[in-house]
């Protein structure tokens, strides 16, 4: 107590704790240029399915499929093609296919 009679008041404070630091940013993000080279195609790969026809001419086709009658086809420059399938050389297409590994089953019309 002091002088006047009146307990002493005592007051707890306390502290607070400061919060931890934040994690480090990540790295900034850095460009990257990566070149690629993947051998040209050229009309003739190996990837591609061969079309015979009866006048000798030979197409190359990395899509096919029969629609309305005829023998469609998608050559490696993206450019579509239309064959009509009585004019294919189904022997000659059958042998130049598997020469090169490749099953080209063209329906009977």
Do not use: C, H, K
């Not at 006047?4 to 990257?32: E, F, K, L, R």
């Not at 993947?38 to 899509?63: K, Q």
């Amino acid at each position: 107590m002091d002088a006047s009679g009146t307990p002493p008041v005592i007051a707890v404070v306390a502290v607070p704790v400061p919060p931890p630091p934040p994690a480090p940013p990540p790295p900034p993000v850095q460009a990257v240029l990566r070149e690629y080279s993947w051998p040209s195609a050229s009309r003739t790969s190996a990837a591609s399915f061969v079309i015979a026809s009866n006048d000798g001419l030979v197409r190359y086709a990395v899509a096919v499929w029969i629609q309305d009658g005829a023998l469609m086809y998608m050559d490696a420059s993206g450019s579509a093609g239309r064959v009509d399938i009585r004019a294919v050389d189904r022997e000659a297409t059958s042998r130049l296919n598997s020469e090169r590994g490749l099953s080209l089953q063209i329906p009977i019309r």
